[in-house]
């Protein structure tokens, strides 16, 4: 058997009702000759300078272990505005996917809405390479306060990050920002 290949066995169910919004997914996954699920996101951008694994080389010269792994996705909304709940909207996002050989992924993020919803309060979390040598943990939070009957909003947030510099190595760093933003969606 040569060249990358892989294949996805899943499962996925999505609940719909006046105050809850679930999205489940697991799925079964099987990677052979460098091939990876999921090719995008923020590890990717960092993989490009190094890879987490024990060899800390580039992405395009890691090698990526031939096995399975299980991938499961949980995205939960309560809405409690329509029986006067504390929380006015609360979201629990995480995914989680593990492989044959070891490695752990990881990335979650908690929000909440309150004050007629014009705050929201999010926590995010993410770790990859869990179980392997140069594993990547980062973290963030933000701070949303909407203006003027919510159109118009002030941001705020800080966290973690990896910079990328010469011979491939990442220099971890902290970050933090504000901004003003205008939207029509709540």
């Known amino acids: ?3 990358a290949w892989g294949t996805v066995v899943g499962a996925g169910a999505d609940a719909v009702t006046p105050t809850l919004d679930m999205t489940l997914r697991l799925e079964v ?3 052979h000759g460098g091939f990876r699920q999921g090719y995008v996101g923020p590890d990717y951008e960092l993989a490009r ?3 987490a694994g024990p060899e800390g080389v580039p992405l395009a010269e890691a090698r990526f272990p031939d096995g ?3 991938y499961g996705e949980a995205v939960v909304g309560w809405d409690a ?5 504390l929380w006015k909207q609360l979201q629990l996002s995480l995914a989680a996917e593990t492989f044959t050989w070891g490695r752990f992924d990881v990335d979650g993020r908690v ?4 004050f ?3 705050l929201e309060v999010a926590v995010k979390g993410l770790a990859v390479g869990l179980g392997q040598p140069g594993a990547r943990y980062l973290g963030d939070a933000e701070v949303r306060w909407r203006l003027f009957g919510g159109r118009l909003y002030a941001l705020g947030t800080g966290g ?3 910079f990328p510099e010469g011979m491939g190595t990442l220099r971890p760093g902290a970050f933090a920002s504000v901004g003003l933003g205008v939207d029509n969606a709540r």
Not at 81 to 85: A, L, N
Not at 111 to 114: D, E, I, K, S
Request: proline share 0%; charged share 20%; net charge positive.
């Open 1 to 3: 058997m040569g060249g």
């Open 29 to 31: 996954r099987r990677q």
């Open 49 to 51: 300078f190094r890879a």
């Open 68 to 70: 399975f792994s299980a």
């Open 81 to 85: 505005v329509r029986y006067g709940g």
């Open 111 to 114: 929000a909440v809405q309150l």
């Open 116 to 118: 007629d919803r014009n």
């Open 160 to 162: 973690t990050l990896l």
